[in-house]
């Protein structure tokens, strides 16, 4: 008994000041690697559409009378200050001398009553009367040559001619449309959009956006989302939907032209979850999930706790744990312990959001 209790002291004794026992040296494992991506699956989606300018204007005139310059032609392009359009000046300039002359007798006639005013010669209203009289004609004379600078028009903007509406020198009416004028600086490129993937889809889950002209074969111009109609076409329910794309350096690309938009969606983008195979969790004591992280410098492995979902086809939807580019361990997890060596089989390949 006695031999027993010191057996029993001695080994005691020497298990003092022992951490853990380590664990045996083990041969490198062999495993299948996954690496954690974000760029999932994408779908790709294909719309007819038509090309419009961003600014498109009717220019036409504030006064009337016979036109009598029509410098441009369609499918011009002019440039800002430009003259576009212009009416005979006769009359116009003529009401501007006019105004101009009276104007120079109602300063005189005030001038004059000033003095009279001053020597005592006439009462204080009739100064003021004709100091009103001369304010009148200054604002007669602003209005005539308001009324000159209204009878020419020029571009606001770099326009191009889309369409030309009247003949040179026909007698124009006030606000009769003499030309339209485009800004081609920025396009848009208008498709109609079916409901369910208009109300569905979240700018995150475009991955890109594109227009493709058949006359520019192999050749893809970046869109930009620019605005959507806010009711839907009575019949196909589809909305409208613009997309802004830059005018191209190389190419001419004018409104009514017609486009292919190219769409890449991510699917899910809006879930973020990674789905694994069963073999790359392994459950805690604490009925917690854990997986390992391959490290490709030590070829050592290392767990982390993650959060999981219900099963689905697709593999177990892992919820939070893990960030894009990190490696796990796909088979074999439940044999591991940490900084145990891994040998890897084969390429590591993509385990997508």
């Not at 004591?285 to 992280?293: E, G, I, N, P, R």
Request: proline share 5%.
């Amino acid at each position: 008994m006695r031999i027993l209790l010191l057996a029993v002291v001695l080994v005691l004794a020497g298990c003092e000041g022992r951490g853990a026992p380590e664990p045996a040296d083990q041969a490198v494992r062999p495993a299948r690697i996954l690496i954690v991506s974000t760029a999932g699956e994408t779908v790709s989606h294909e719309f007819v559409a038509r090309v419009e300018a961003a600014q498109s204007i009717d220019v036409s005139f504030e006064v009337s009378g016979p036109l009598n310059e029509l410098p441009i032609l369609e499918g011009q392009t002019v440039a800002r200050g430009e003259l576009v359009a212009a009416l005979d000046p006769t009359k116009f300039e003529l009401a501007v001398r006019e105004a101009e002359v009276q104007v120079q007798l109602a300063r005189q006639d005030l001038e004059r009553k000033h003095r009279m005013l001053r020597q005592r010669s006439i009462a204080q209203s009739i100064v003021d009367d004709a100091k009103s009289i001369y304010e009148l004609q200054r604002v007669r004379l602003e209005r005539a040559r308001e009324s000159l600078a209204d009878s020419r028009i020029t571009a606001p903007f770099d326009a191009y001619v889309a369409q030309r509406y009247v003949d040179n020198f026909v007698n124009v009416q006030i606000g009769m449309r003499i030309a339209r004028l485009n800004d081609l600086h920025q396009l848009l490129v208008v498709a109609n959009i079916p409901e369910q993937l208009l109300a569905t889809v979240t700018i995150e889950e475009v991955v890109s956006l594109e227009a493709e002209f058949p006359f520019i074969p192999g050749e893809r111009f970046t869109l930009t989302p620019f605005e959507n109609r806010g009711e839907a076409d009575a019949l196909a329910q589809t909305y409208e939907v613009s997309f802004a794309m830059q005018t191209p350096q190389r190419f001419t690309v004018l409104p009514g032209m017609t486009a292919t938009v190219h769409s890449t969606l991510r699917k899910g983008a809006n879930e973020v979850i990674v789905h694994l195979p069963a073999s790359a969790l392994v459950s805690a004591s604490d009925k917690t999930f854990y997986v390992w992280l391959y490290d490709s410098v030590s070829q050592g492995v290392t767990r982390r706790r993650v959060e999981v979902a219900a099963p689905t086809e697709n593999g177990i939807p892992v919820l939070s744990g893990l960030e894009d580019g990190e490696m796990v361990v796909a088979t074999g997890a439940s044999r591991l312990q940490e900084g145990m060596r891994v040998r890897t089989l084969g390429e590591p390949v993509r385990a997508f959001w």
